[in-house]
């Protein structure tokens, strides 16, 4: 029995309290755990994954990280340094004017120096074969690079867990595999939400299904 | 957003029509901002409380709001009462605090709250989206109006855009405090959030304009005055006039 | 800078209201209406900036905005921010209907100034470290000029609001330092990423 990083206790959670979302979910993730994460559109695959770093409150059942009862947002910003989330949008989630410095922007959060920050910053980008991007500027880039980009932001913050919604959605061929070799040469565990199930089968081993609300294994 | 509380309301304030309420108001509360007298401000305090519980108003927003405005006024008790020259009713810490000090504090909390009652009730009661409408009716001009109503429109949109990158930042770690890392994110921020509203409104133009528009302001849904209004209108004109006796007396 | 009702006597809140009649109608002239959207879009901004806060000891600090505002828009800057303190008004009482008039003069006029200012140096000189420097002070200055204005409004009141006026400009320091920085570095922002929106001719199609 691994150790158990990061779990959903009995969560129900509705952005319209009488219609929940998410029912009675339990979910684990141990060390090691590659877990896809399926489900139609709409079935809840976002809202679970930003349930677990605390960016949603459940109504009922509550998140543990390490072991700790997580259900404030100071328990939460603890959560987040060790369990980073790759948001569907990139658009939401990249801001800063130029590459590096907003791969750096997590590990500056992190408490690195700047110097520090860049080095890695630097790494991160040479695992997604971005390293060339350095210093373009961002907003310029073309929706797959933006992703890749996205993606190298939260390798740099070097997480025990990574929570991936629709990694690959809008990359071509060369994109994806781009995606997968840092994947798979991670030790961190993760849950990946997709549609894109060649992907899927490349990166993980579990298979999970969201159906109304509710969560099941699959083989 | 969330935080336009109350014009969705049912009251009689609310089937108004809004240009009555929007002139009333805008009357009451210069004829409240230039009256002394504290016979005068306590009257209109009561008719500011009638007016909100006519309206109906959320209590809980409301006291917000009134929060809000008295702490600005608590600083003011704090150094008004002291600074006014005047008839010396006490004294604390060596300084004197005068009759003139403390009833031109009073006067200012009184005048402040009345007139946010008044305004919250009368003006804060209009839907967002017809409001752009009773002003282009009050003769302001066009363009003025068109920024108004797009300006609300958007506000919503970017707001969720701010929303959505502060927790992006907030998954990555970020923790504002009073620094230079935390003042260039927000510089950042803001200047992700202009470069972008720019380029949408090009798109917003470009798209009106293959909608056939051509800067002239036509509303859709139109405005009807009834006995009520005309009625409302004459209370508070005559509001006023006793106001102005009142003060002159 | 904003000041709430019913603090300024009458004549102040009637000069303030026909200074604000008059820039919103220059500013309103300069707006083609082909850059309704963009102005309104800015004034939408600018009315979402003014919502972050930046912890400072106990309590937080509300940015401002008014200058990267100015920089941007010019003399439209005036119905700009009239629209967003108005909503502001509406929405939060911040600030207030009554003193509309004043509040949009005390922010906007620093604004138009700042604008000028860029001018002049940005067309001399276009380094980032320039442009973030310059956009930093003028962040600042028209926070301060804001607040030297309201101690003028308030002081017409009468000399009893002196002490109140200092209280407000003293308390505003952290927030000229905070808005300096935050002006320099979404100038600078925009610099690196849409360096034609801080041209002041833009090429619009002719309505």
Request: aromatic share 6%.
């Amino acid at each position: 029995m691994s150790e158990v990083l990061i779990a959903l206790r009995n969560v129900t959670f509705g952005y319209d309290a009488a219609q929940p979302v998410l029912r009675d979910v339990v979910l684990e993730i141990q060390k090691g755990d590659r877990i896809a994460l399926t489900g139609r559109n709409g079935s809840g695959k976002t809202t679970l994954l930003h349930l677990l770093v605390g960016l949603l409150r459940p109504q009922a059942g509550h998140v543990e990280e390490g072991g700790k009862t997580c259900r404030r947002e100071e328990d939460f910003v603890g959560v987040r340094r060790r369990v980073a989330l790759l948001f569907q949008d990139s658009e939401d989630q990249l801001f800063c004017p130029t590459v590096i410095e907003d791969v750096a922007f997590g590990p500056l959060n992190l408490g690195h120096s700047p110097p520090a920050a860049k080095a890695v910053a630097l790494d991160a980008l040479s695992r997604v074969g971005m390293s060339a991007y350095e210093d373009r500027i961002v907003h310029h880039l073309s929706v797959g690079e933006k992703k890749l980009i996205a993606f190298a932001g939260i390798l740099a913050m070097r997480p025990r867990v990574m929570l991936l919604d629709e990694p690959t959605a809008g990359l071509d061929e060369q994109a994806v595999d781009r995606v997968v070799t840092p994947l798979n040469a991670l030790d961190s565990a993760m849950i990946v939400a997709s549609q894109d199930h060649a992907f899927l089968d490349r990166v993980t081993q579990r298979r999970m299904t969201l159906s109304d609300g509710r969560l099941a294994s699959m083989g | 957003m969330s935080c336009l509380a109350f014009f969705a309301g049912h009251s009689p304030i609310h089937r108004l029509d809004p240009r009555m309420r929007l002139v009333s108001a805008l009357c009451l509360a210069i004829a409240i901002a230039l009256s002394e007298r504290l016979v005068t401000l306590v009257w209109a305090l009561g008719l500011g409380i009638l007016l909100a519980a006519v309206a109906r108003l959320n209590l809980l927003p409301l006291t917000r709001r009134l929060a809000h405005l008295n702490a600005f006024m608590l600083f003011l008790w704090l150094v008004l009462p002291w600074s006014v020259p005047g008839v010396s009713v006490q004294t604390a810490w060596g300084f004197a605090i005068t009759r003139e000090g403390i009833r031109l504090a009073l006067e200012v909390t009184m005048k402040g709250n009345v007139i946010v009652l008044l305004l919250t009730a009368l003006v804060a009661t209009v839907d967002p989206s017809r409001l752009g409408c009773a002003l282009d009716r009050l003769a302001l001009p066009d363009k003025l109006v068109h920024l108004f109503m797009l300006a609300i429109r958007y506000t919503d949109m970017i707001h969720d855009e701010y929303g959505r990158l502060r927790n992006a930042m907030k998954a990555r770690g970020f923790q504002p405090s009073f620094s230079s890392h935390t003042l260039r994110t927000f510089g950042y921020l803001v200047g992700l959030l202009l470069v972008r509203s720019m380029e949408r409104a090009e798109r917003v133009l470009a798209a009106m304009k293959c909608r056939g528009f051509d800067g002239r302001f036509r509303a859709l849904r139109g405005f009807t005055i009834r006995g009520a209004d005309v009625a409302f209108a004459g209370m508070a004109l005559c509001q006023v006039c006793v106001w102005i006796w009142l003060e002159r007396s | 800078m904003h000041i709430s009702e019913g603090v300024l006597s009458g004549p102040v809140l009637a000069s303030g209201a026909v200074l604000a009649a008059v820039g919103i109608g220059v500013g309103l002239r300069r707006m083609s209406v082909a850059s309704t959207p963009r102005t309104a879009m800015l004034s939408a901004v600018f009315f979402v900036g003014s919502l972050i806060h930046i912890p400072f000891g106990p309590s937080n600090v509300h940015l401002i905005l008014n200058g990267i505002a100015g920089i941007l828009l010019g003399w439209t800057v005036f119905p700009a921010l009239a629209v967003a303190l108005f909503l502001q008004a509406l929405m939060f009482q911040f600030g207030g209907l009554t003193v509309l008039g004043v509040n949009t003069v005390n922010m906007a006029l620093p604004g138009v100034v700042a604008y000028y200012l860029f001018r002049l140096v940005f067309g001399i000189a276009r380094r980032p470290g320039i442009v973030f420097g310059l956009a930093a002070i003028l962040g600042a200055l028209t926070v301060l000029l804001s607040g030297l204005m309201l101690t003028a409004a308030l002081a017409l009141g009468g000399r009893a609001f002196l002490g109140v006026a200092v209280g407000i400009v003293v308390a505003h320091v952290p927030v000229m330092i905070a808005d300096g920085l935050v002006t320099g570095a979404a100038a600078l922002f925009i610099l690196k990423v849409r360096p034609d929106l801080l041209e002041p001719s833009r090429p619009e199609v002719p309505t």
